[in-house]
């Protein structure tokens, strides 16, 4: 019963992911990475605090435990979220959205090799298979052109936007393997709220340091709806990084974290199944292709 626990919180995660992106288009269209950085992080603050004082009480806010594991949770939120999704930003730039898609994607071909390796979890080779088919899946269903004003393959600097790529999905891995490690020394609601700290305190410095152009004041002077564009971002915020952080890491709690890679690595392929159900945008080959191949690495994991 345990596992499949384990595989209903990270299928949560996955497709909690792979919403919150939805709420954050009209943001990014308005504010700079940076900026949508620190507001998203308003409403990962709040709910964290939130879920903190309703399961542990005004005392849970206390810290409690080693000092040592409180600071790596935060450093570690830091290198997972914040510099994580800025390299996966600038590797959009760098890429585009069809070469960067599929690449970083391939996140669970990192993580499975890492937990075997420094957390003694099993690597078999139905794992390693499933994490093939998941990936190829992936690949499939990945845009195949960036849209609008999108460089061309002569314009992107390949070397350097793979490079990039490599350390976005390493800065993933780190954080998916060393959540694995925190949840066993501190309490989950405590350390949602230690990270969610780290990942604000660090984003709000990088606003402060490169706050772009389409700043959160020019949002406020110039839209017309600023308030509801900012609360979107906000929204997104809280159910992306607090509630999809919360179902991840309670999963690690009953299935390998390698295996729960695989599972949230669902999220491009529930992102594509929500453009075809609530965007109406074609069921092509391609995407039937991935859904199968990406559908048969999930079951196949399941199996015992």
Known sequence: MEPLLGYGLALGAAGIWALAPVLYKRGVDRLSFTAVGWVRCIGYLASAGIYLAATRGIEGF????SWLYIAGAVVAGIIWLVVGDLLYFACLYRLGVSITVPITSAYPLLVIPASWYFLGEPMTSKILLAALLIVGGIVLIAPRNGGKGALTAKERPLGMGLLLAFLTMACWTFGLLTNKIFVEHIAVPQLEWYRALGVTAGSFLLYKIYPGKLTVAS????????RRIFAEVVF?????????NLFFTYSVLFIPVNVATCVVSLRPFLAALFALLLLREPLTKPLLGGISLIVSGVVLLSLH
């Open 62 to 65: 206390i810290p409690s435990g």
């Open 219 to 226: 949002l406020f002077a110039t839209s017309k709806t600023p």
């Open 236 to 244: 997104a915020g809280a159910l992306g990084l607090a509630l999809g």
